[in-house]
């Protein structure tokens, strides 16, 4: 097949992916980072017990970890973006290589405490996207009946996210007869499940944290970057002719734009 058989395609932008495009620079050798976000601010919070068991199993593998605690943190909106727990989380968010979620279930599904936490998140800010090409694992906790409404729930917002979420989940029922009085999670199927997803999330993130840029990078985004720069051009050689062919227009423009009427 040649490009005539693809009229609709820019071939100065396509990009064929191969094998040595997706080879691991030689320097790729420091601790995978781990971000680890839970969604209760309750005392005897189950889901920051099951951050916190994740997080050892992750740092016996070799991870560098980090926990975000959820307290203090605003409502979404209430204040500005520069407030410190708002910028706190947004820099782990961009530190961290893959992330664990952990959200109780709340009326089926995550809790407002930990979708605050994900709203907070830009998609992007400026040219860098805090959480586009980072693997995800995500977990919930039930006081029921085991249910996977929350994985599936967080597994959309890691989509649309732009994560790399990975197959494996847990989902643990009855999560007050899994940890015993000093907060450590009891021997179990449950548990095991969880040793399993964070054995798949390091994985997971050392094949991806290194090759996430080319990864993520997009035939519809380069398209739009390429016809985005001839237009700069094509403004740049109008603006240098403006002050010959109408030099009074310039001033008008910018008393407009003061004004907040244009």
Known sequence: ???????????????????????????????PRILLLYGSLRPQSFSRKLALEAERILRQFGAETRVFDPHE????????????????????????????????ERHGSVTGVFKNQIDWLPLEDGSVRPTQGRTLAVMQVSGGSQSF?????????GRWMRMVTIPNQSSVAKAWQEF?????????????????????????????????????????????????????????VVEVAKPQLAPAIQPAKASCCASGTC
């Open 1 to 31: 097949m040649t490009m005539q058989d693809l009229p609709h395609i820019a071939a100065d932008v396509l990009d064929t992916p191969t094998l040595a495009k997706l080879a691991l620079p030689a320097d790729s050798s420091h601790p």
């Open 73 to 104: 943190l605003p409502i979404l909106d209430s204040v500005p973006a520069n407030h410190p727990k708002v910028q706190e989380l947004r820099a782990l968010s961009l530190w961290s290589e893959g992330q664990v979620w952990v959200s109780p």
């Open 180 to 236: 015993d009085d000093t907060g450590r999670m009891k021997p179990s199927p449950f548990y095991d499940r969880v040793v399993d997803v964070m054995e798949e999330l390091f994985k997971f993130t050392l094949m991806v944290r290194d090759r996430s840029d080319y990864l993520t990078d997009r035939y519809s985004e380069r398209k739009g970057a390429a016809k985005a720069r001839a237009l700069s051009v094509a403004a740049g």
């Open 149 to 157: 409404n929350v994985v599936n729930a967080l597994r959309v917002l």
